[in-house]
């Protein structure tokens, strides 16, 4: 009755912004991401008869606020009223803070607690439960360049290219750490709501996805880039044009932008782009990340940096 599972996070270069079913989790438009190799999350979960309620502990200290989320994640994995249990959470990077601590976090919480129900799952089932806890989770079950594509009842996620296959750097810029101010779910339902650019977007990321799809066939760091960069512009400017407005950025953030646009004005092959906080992660070549890791280290207002390679999906470990 134990499974230890472990995940990373996943960046997205095009952007899954919008639900289009907020009880299921749906999302509204597909995305394409990339899974990181260095940052993880490792959960352990036990159900036990003797628990009288569920637990959390996350890198070793109780923690009550992620417990309801967590435990309805495993009341979905497990369907039928089920035994309490004790969850263990270790994660190697700030979270709650833009750096997709909630994909790697379901997704290995999905893996291990199928395992300690001892239900055999299809990728397809685990992508869905995870996907119903956190739309981006889904993505994190597959290594290397992952694309989620919406299907008539729900979500599928496929390997697009592995990580090995074309073996890109992400150079995380941390500016701030602490939880963001608006949840991603709230904050899309208040841009679904009230965005008079919403309607363009989810109308134009069949498009991106395609123009993505197409330059990761062909390995194409240009095309890639421009369409990134493109894709995360448009999805912060949704945001910046809701009521009330979000603006996840802070100066820094507008720093480190600065920076990779003097990169790639010195023929550096880097693009950025960013999620629901104010970190910046710049996607580059590997012979290319020294140098990015060392101009955005030294830009005004980054706190710490990370650096990692693409990795595999979530897998189950052997438990002791
Ligand atoms: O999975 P959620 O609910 O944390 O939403 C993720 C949204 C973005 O990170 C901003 C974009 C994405 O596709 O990951």
Known sequence: MQGTAIAQPNIALIKYWGKRDVALNLPAVGSISITLRDLHTRMHVTFDDALEAD????????????????ASCLDRVVEH????ARIDSQCNFPIAAGLASSASSFAALTVAAAHAAGKAMTTAELASLAGQASGS???SLLGGFVELVNTDDGIAVETLCDADEWPLEVVVAITETGPKAVGSTEAMEI?????????????????????????????DFDALARVAEHNCLKMHSIMWASRPPMVYWNAATMRCLETVRALQARDVAVFFTI????????????????DVEGALRATPGVEDIMVSGLGPGARLESTP
């Open 81 to 84: 009223d089920r035994r309490c």
């Open 275 to 290: 999620d629901a906080g104010p970190q910046v992660k710049a996607v580059c070549l590997p012979e290319h990340a020294a």
């Open 191 to 219: 841009s679904r709501k009230t965005s008079p650019f919403y309607a363009n977007w989810v109308d134009q990321q069949a498009a991106d996805l395609d123009t993505a799809r197409a330059a990761i066939d062909d390995r």
């Open 137 to 139: 989770a889904a993505r």
């Open 55 to 70: 637990e959390l502990t996350i890198n070793g200290v109780p923690d009550q606020g992620m417990l309801p989320r967590l």
